[in-house]
C-alpha cells in the first residue's frame, strides 16, 4: 500500500540555518511528489512538485527538494531559513487516484 | 481572483444535528475533495469528485455525504452520524481528473467545525 512518512514531528531550527525537512515514500510505480505548507488556521500551498525528469526541484519561497529513488525519498531543504517559515509542512505522494498526505512536520524558527 | 472559497469559517453542531461546509471554485477545475485534518493525523480524504454528478467515498467517508451538481460546488454534510466531527474541514480541488495535472490540488482556507 501506498503511504508517505515524514519521521520528524517538530523541528526547531534558527533563523538564517539550513533546513531539511524529511520525507520517505512507499509506492510501486514511479510516483508524483509533492511538499506542501500549512500556516496555522490556513489551507495548504503547493511549494513545489515531482513528476519526472531533474530530480533536483526548485518551488517557491527559496525552497528546493531532490527525489532519490534509492532511497524512496523527497527531502526539502532550504540554506536560510526565515522567520516567515515557521509553518506545518506535508510531503504528499499521488497515487492512483488521490494523493496521500504524510503527519506534517511542524518547523519552528528561533531568532 | 480565482480560487476555492469556503464558508463559514468556523461552525458549531449541536448534537444530532446535521451541517453543511460550503466549498466553491471558479478555477474551472474538474475535480474536488474533502479532507479532514486532525492534529498530528495529517489529511485524511472523506470523498471526491471527478466530475459533476458523480462522487468516490475516501478514506473516512462514513458520516457525512457530499453532491456535485454544479462543476464550482461541492458541499460536504457532516451527519448525525458522524460521532466524532470536531475538526478542520480542507476542500480542494485539481485542474484535471485524468493524467499528470490530476495530482496537483490547490486548498481553500478551510473550515473548523466543533461541536456545542
Known amino acids: 500500500a501506498q503511504s508517505v512518512t515524514q519521521p520528524d514531528i517538530h523541528i526547531t531550527v534558527s533563523e538564517g540555518a539550513s533546513l531539511e525537512l524529511r520525507c520517505n515514500y512507499s509506492y510501486g510505480a514511479t510516483p508524483y511528489l509533492f511538499w506542501y505548507v500549512q500556516s496555522p488556521g490556513q489551507g495548504l500551498q503547493l511549494l513545489l512538485k515531482?513528476?519526472?525528469?531533474?530530480?533536483l526541484v526548485q518551488g517557491i519561497k527559496g525552497f528546493e527538494a531532490e527525489f532519490k529513488r534509492s532511497q524512496s525519498s523527497f527531502n526539502l531543504r532550504k540554506p536560510s531559513v526565515h522567520w516567515s517559515d515557521a509553518a506545518e509542512y506535508f510531503c504528499?505522494?499521488?497515487?492512483?487516484?488521490?494523493?496521500?498526505f504524510g503527519k506534517g512536520t511542524r518547523l519552528h524558527i528561533l531568532p | 481572483d480565482g480560487g476555492i472559497t469556503q464558508s463559514p469559517k468556523y461552525l458549531f453542531r449541536k448534537e444530532g444535528q446535521n451541517v453543511t461546509l460550503s466549498c466553491e471554485q471558479n478555477l474551472n477545475h474538474d475535480a474536488m475533495y474533502w479532507y479532514r485534518q486532525d492534529p498530528g493525523q495529517g489529511l485524511r480524504l472523506i470523498y471526491y469528485?471527478?466530475?459533476?454528478?458523480?462522487?468516490q467515498k475516501g478514506d473516512i467517508a462514513e458520516g457525512y455525504s457530499v453532491s456535485r451538481e454544479k462543476k464550482e460546488s461541492f458541499p460536504l454534510t457532516v451527519t448525525s452520524a458522524q460521532k466524532n466531527p470536531t475538526a478542520f474541514y480542507l476542500c480542494?480541488?485539481?485542474?484535471?481528473?485524468?493524467?499528470?495535472?490530476?495530482?496537483?490540488?490547490?486548498f481553500g482556507a478551510g473550515t473548523r467545525l466543533s461541536v456545542l
Open positions: 515531482y513528476f519526472s525528469g531533474d530530480t
Open positions: 469528485s471527478q466530475i459533476v454528478n458523480d462522487f
Open positions: 504528499a505522494v499521488g497515487a492512483d487516484d488521490k494523493i496521500i
Open positions: 480542494a480541488s485539481s485542474p484535471e481528473a485524468q493524467g499528470d495535472a490530476k495530482n496537483i490540488q490547490y
